[in-house]
């Protein structure tokens, strides 16, 4: 079946660091990628996604490319900031016509210190 | 605004009192899910629903009955609540490739 699976946190970095989170997936077919956020007390809101092999999905600063041959969409940032803090959710969904559902990796809590 | 909205946003409930969380969307989507969340478990998605009178199973459906006679109202209910459902509940729904979420209820049943 298909499946995601993030790098384990929580995750504490200081102010302007550098952000990596791991995300592999296995999947039937060609998946869509997605990263979403959740702010403290919040429902989760789409970062950014990619469609296909090589897409770059950017927003807010955030990176992440979709790597067929190593099965990875690892999210990055270059300098994280206080209102970064959160938990970032890696998901999938295959291309059907039919169900939407997104299959969620457990997630990563982020959390930068000033 | 467009936005996803549930009700209540919290509750806490006892085993076999029956329950009813309201999910509703301004976007006029025609999918609709619920999904719960676990610590450890990320997300699973419980009902989906492709349009109104559509409704299917998801991946973990045992214990719950969902709705949908109108496009813009999904409710899902716990014909008997069991502590086994207490978890952080979404509603969310989609147009293509984004999903839009819901704040979240979270239900302690005791």
């Known amino acids: 079946g298909n499946s995601v699976t993030q790098m384990e946190g929580p995750v504490t970095l200081s102010e302007e660091a550098f952000l990596t989170i791991n995300c592999t997936y296995t999947a039937t077919g060609y998946p869509s990628l997605f990263w979403y956020v959740q702010y403290p007390g919040e429902g989760l809101q789409l970062l950014l996604k990619?469609?296909?092999?090589?897409d770059k999905g950017s927003n807010k600063g955030f990176e992440a490319t979709y790597r067929k041959e190593t099965t990875s969409f690892h999210l990055e940032k270059g300098s994280v900031q206080v209102s970064d803090s959160a938990v970032y959710f890696c998901a999938l969904r295959i291309p059907n016509f039919g169900n939407e559902k997104l299959t969620f990796g457990t997630g990563t809590r982020l959390t930068i210190i000033p | 605004e467009a936005q996803v909205t549930q009700n209540p946003r919290y509750l806490i409930t006892v085993t076999g009192k029956k329950l009813t969380v309201t999910c509703s969307q301004n976007?006029?989507?025609?999918?609709m899910s619920w999904y719960r969340q676990d610590p450890g478990l990320g997300l699973r998605q419980i009902y989906y629903s492709m349009n109104v009178e559509v409704t299917d199973k998801g991946d973990v459906p045992e214990g719950y009955k969902v709705s949908r006679k109108e496009k813009r109202n999904f409710p899902l209910i716990l014909e008997s609540p069991s502590p086994n459902q207490t978890s952080l509940y979404f509603c969310?729904?989609?147009?293509?490739?984004?999903?839009?979420f819901g704040p979240g209820t979270r239900l302690t049943v005791l």
């Open positions: 990619a469609t296909k092999a090589d």
């Open positions: 976007m006029n989507h025609e999918y």
């Open positions: 969310a729904s989609s147009l293509s490739d984004t999903q839009y």
